[in-house]
């Protein structure tokens, strides 16, 4: 297996795009993978094909459509409205249930046919929504599910997972991809590019990272 490559799990939005660019200065070879589950938002598709062609990275995207005829939600459920806060003691509607599990054990496979050790993704446990598949302690027992499940050593990287929406914005900087990742990606639920709509819940949490980090970098210098 080769240990400079890596596949990136990548959907076109702020985090992800970070990630594909963090993976570019940290591996040799860089993979994506993106996924068409039938999300609301499927501009992010036509987004990450774009950014990945930009960025020189190969992207394989897999139809999973079995995702949406499986989990209740708000991403997939036109009829739905969106919760813009998280309700107590539940998970807000945005939640896709075993989206990340499928997502990182598709990659996995993917990975184990192209020969590539190690798997790139965005998640965040700090990230405000609370979902269970985004959590450190998942990430690391899937890596270890996985590798027992294919005889692999599978490392599964997860450059985002102690970060707030500041810091994400911060790495983009450190990268040198600040201005790529605000006007290339897609966050927003209502699938405007860039900065999006500014008022559904992404937009909000996005745009107060953004506005976060620049403040503290004007006080900074
Ligand atoms: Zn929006």
Not at 91 to 110: D, E, K
Not at 165 to 193: F, H, M, P
Request: glycine content about 6%; some cysteine; hydrophobic content about 40%.
């Amino acid at each position: 297996m080769n240990r400079n490559n890596c596949l990136v799990v990548f959907s076109g939005g702020q985090d992800s795009t970070t990630c594909l660019f963090w993976a570019k200065k940290n591996f040799e070879k860089v993979f994506a993978i993106c996924f068409d589950y039938g999300q609301k938002h499927v501009a992010e598709i036509e987004q990450a094909k774009k950014i990945a062609e930009s960025a020189d990275v190969p992207l394989r995207i897999m139809q999973i459509p079995f995702i949406n005829q499986l989990s209740h939600n708000s991403l997939t459920d036109f009829s739905m409205t969106m919760d813009t806060e998280k309700p107590i003691n539940a998970l807000p509607n945005t939640f896709v249930a075993g989206r990340n599990l499928f997502f990182i054990s598709i990659a996995a496979v993917y990975a184990r046919e192209i020969d590539v050790k190690n798997i790139v993704t965005g998640v965040s446990q700090t990230d405000f929504s609370g979902y269970p598949d985004c959590r450190d302690s998942f990430i690391r027992s899937l890596n270890v599910t996985l590798n027992l499940a294919m005889d692999e050593e599978f490392v599964i990287h997860t450059p985002l997972m102690w970060l707030d929406k500041a810091q994400t914005w911060q790495l983009a900087d450190t990268l040198g991809v600040l201005e790529i990742v605000r006007n290339q990606s897609l966050t927003c639920y209502n699938g405007i590019v860039g900065d999006g709509c500014g008022h559904c819940p992404a937009c909000k949490l996005r745009k107060a990272g953004l506005e976060k980090y620049l403040l503290e970098l004007k006080i900074k210098n």
